[in-house]
Each structure stands twice: as structure tokens, then as C-alpha cells.
């Protein structure tokens, strides 16, 4: 059964910052905690400057590099190094806060202003190479959390179902796109599951 919720409220370019949207990321860190015995590992591979940044038990990531965060790179380079560590024999990501740019506008946006070139492999589902890496390094019953203008997430062909959909529908302004969020949880598929 998936959760399903709506919400209006006022949305910026960082929703980690909205109340409604921290209590969910709040509550699927301590889920994350008390699954783990507190040894759990969560990952932000776009994470700005997030309040993650802050947390132990988070690696974070954003190409800014006036970001203070473990890893200034690509999303792909940032998670091949976690796929990397993970062969290594150090803890997979439990927890994933997937939050890139929605559009091809936001992505030249955010490279404009940084002053990088945007470059024509990066416009053409740039984020799947990350997600395929990522999707593999996680255990059954870690989370993947997305935002964006679709649900589409990490889905299921990388091992993952929907358990929360939550709408944000922007309060100052109805004619914007509605911020989506969702929740993904890793499960054990069978071989019957790929032959669909």
C-alpha cells in the first residue's frame, strides 16, 4: 500500500528547509537509526547546503564547491566512489536523498552558476549512470527519497517500490509545478520479477 499525501505550501530552490518536508526526512533518518542500531548511512548526492551535512552517519555531495560537503563532483563520479567503498567492505548507503535539478533549465542554471559549460552527455539522462551504481550497492529495505516533477524515482527495475508519495503544491503561486516527493524501499525480488 502506497501512502499518498498533499500538502499546500511555500516551496523554495531548497526544500529540505520546508517544515513539512524536513519532518519526512527527519522521520526516514530515524528510521534509518533504529533499523540499523544506529549504524546506519545515508547519502546526498545533491545536498547544497543541507542540514545533512552536519549529520555522522550522512556522506554528502554537491558540484559547488563552495558547498561544504565530503565530495565536490558529478552525481556518476559521486557514486561510483560510493560503489567503490562499498566493494571495499565499508557500510552501503541505507538511506538516499535524491534532489538534483527537475529540468534541463534548472541543470544550466546550476552550471552557469558555477561557471561550468554544460556538455551534451550531461543532457541526456545524466542521473541514470549514478542511480544504476547507487541502486546496486543498497541492501533490501534501505530508502531511497526523490523529489522532483515526477515520481518516477529509482523504480523498479533497479529493485525498488513506491511505500510514499507526497505532493507539495506551491501555496504563493498555483500556476508552478507541485514538488513531488517520493519514497522508495529496496525489496527482494524474485527471478520470476525480471521475466515480467
Known amino acids: 500500500m502506497i501512502v499518498m499525501d498533499y500538502k499546500?505550501?511555500?516551496?523554495?530552490?531548497?526544500p529540505y528547509d520546508n517544515p513539512h518536508i524536513r519532518r519526512i526526512l527527519d522521520k526516514e533518518i530515524d528510521r534509518m537509526m533504529w533499523k540499523t542500531q544506529g549504524a546506519g548511512v545515508?547519502?546526498?548526492g545533491f545536498a547544497r547546503e543541507?542540514?545533512?551535512?552536519?549529520?555522522?552517519?550522512f556522506i554528502t555531495n554537491d558540484l559547488n564547491p563552495e558547498f561544504n560537503c565530503d565530495?565536490?563532483?558529478?552525481?556518476k563520479d559521486f557514486a561510483k566512489i560510493?560503489?567503490?567503498r562499498t566493494l571495499q567492505g565499508f557500510r552501503p548507503p541505507d538511506l538516499v536523498f535524491f534532489d538534483p535539478p527537475y529540468s534541463l533549465r534548472q541543470l544550466k542554471d546550476h552550471y552557469d552558476g558555477i561557471g561550468k559549460d554544460l556538455e551534451l552527455w550531461q543532457t541526456h539522462n545524466m542521473w541514470k549512470t549514478g542511480k544504476d551504481a547507487i541502486a546496486k550497492t543498497m541492501p533490501v529495505g534501505s530508502r531511497v527519497v526523490s523529489f522532483g516533477w515526477t515520481t518516477?524515482?529509482?523504480?523498479h527495475k533497479r529493485g525498488f517500490e513506491k511505500v510514499a508519495i507526497y505532493v507539495f503544491e506551491q501555496a504563493a503561486r498555483e500556476d508552478r509545478y507541485a514538488l513531488l516527493v517520493t519514497i522508495e524501499e529496496k525489496v527482494q525480488h524474485t527471478l520470476q520479477d525480471f521475466n515480467e
Open 71 to 75: 565530495y565536490n563532483l558529478e552525481w
Open 42 to 44: 545515508g547519502i546526498d
Open 8 to 14: 499546500k505550501t511555500n516551496i523554495t530552490n531548497t
Open 152 to 155: 518516477s524515482g529509482f523504480g
Open 50 to 57: 543541507s542540514f545533512v551535512n552536519d549529520l555522522e552517519c
Open 82 to 84: 560510493i560503489e567503490e
